[in-house]
């Protein structure tokens, strides 16, 4: 079957093991919701959108993506650079002005 080698007895996390009172930002919005005399029910359904054991702080996960793989890439620059140098000591008589 696809699907990244799960088994078929899917393991479902316990509903008990999300708690509000972990997450501080849930927290707040619950108090906020509480003084406008709303409540609501199904904010345990979002505590694990910010469970950070799971999913990074966003400001993590952007530097992530930006900074991912520079040092491959200051690799290739060096390399590269060194590239050109030995090739215009080797030949030095070619000229690269194509035009």
């Known amino acids: 079957m696809v699907g990244h080698s799960h088994q078929s007895p899917y393991t479902i996390p316990d509903y008990r093991i999300y708690k509000v009172s972990d997450v501080p930002t849930l927290v707040q919005l619950q108090k906020a919701l509480a003084a406008k005399g709303l409540k609501d029910p199904w904010i345990r359904n979002e505590v ?3 469970d950070e054991k799971v999913y990074k702080p966003l400001r993590w996960r952007v530097l992530m993506c930006l900074f991912r793989g520079w040092h ?3 690799g290739m ?23």
């Open 77 to 99: 620059f060096a390399f590269h650079v060194a590239g050109n140098i030995i090739y215009d000591r080797v030949f030095p008589d070619c000229t690269r002005k194509m035009w």
């Open 72 to 74: 491959v890439g200051l």
């Open 48 to 50: 694990w959108r910010f």
